[in-house]
Each structure stands twice: as structure tokens, then as C-alpha cells.
């Protein structure tokens, strides 16, 4: 095999971890599509990374806030009232009483639904 070891394992778990948990400190020294070289041993291994936008997709609106009801995106578990929809902990079981915050500091009694 030319003098090469093969990638244990281990290697390549390393190799993944620091890939996963450098792109978002890559992603702010230079721009995503930028080759990285990362060293495993005696070998240097180039990749490309897509840009970390998992967390982007999707805006989450603060706790208790009041939504609209046809608001665009999932919500994990609300509580819909007459008045619109808000963002409730997620550990809220469904049929619980619970309550949104209106922008004017009103609070609207609902229930949770999801």
C-alpha cells in the first residue's frame, strides 16, 4: 500500500468531530466556500464545507409572544388562543391550560394543542 496506514476508526471520528465543531468558527474567518485542511496523522485531508445553516432555516419567535394564526413556520408545541398562536416550552403537555403575551403586554388564556 505505498507506506500508507489506513484510517482507524478513531481517525475518522476525530476527523468528524473536528469538521463538525469547526465550521462555526471557519464560517467567520474566511468565506464558507473555502477549502480546509485538516490534519490525521501523517495525512492532510481537504474539504469543502457547505455553509452551517440548519439553525437559520427557521426563526423562533420568543416564548409566549403572540402570533398570528396563519404564522409561515413549525412551531414544537403552542398554545393557540382566540387571538393568534405563541411559542411554549416544549416539556408543556398538550390539553394544558397556558397563556400568550400580546405586544401590548396583554395576556390572551389558551390551551396547548401541540
Not at 21 to 42: C, H, I, N
Not at 67 to 93: K, S, V
Amino acid at each position: 500500500m505505498d507506506g500508507e496506514r489506513p484510517l482507524t476508526s478513531f481517525a475518522l471520528a476525530a476527523l468528524l468531530g473536528v469538521l463538525v465543531f469547526s465550521a462555526p468558527v471557519a464560517a467567520q474567518d474566511r468565506p464558507a466556500a473555502a477549502p480546509a485542511r485538516v490534519l490525521t496523522g501523517d495525512r492532510v485531508v481537504e474539504s469543502s464545507r457547505a455553509p452551517v445553516a440548519l439553525a437559520q432555516e427557521f426563526p423562533s419567535p420568543p416564548l409566549y409572544q403572540l402570533l398570528p394564526h396563519d404564522y409561515p413556520y413549525p412551531l414544537i408545541r403552542l398554545c393557540y388562543t382566540y387571538a393568534g398562536i405563541c411559542l411554549i416550552p416544549f416539556t408543556i403537555q398538550p390539553g394544558t391550560p397556558c397563556e400568550c403575551v400580546a405586544s401590548n403586554g396583554v395576556r390572551v388564556s389558551g390551551v396547548c394543542t401541540k
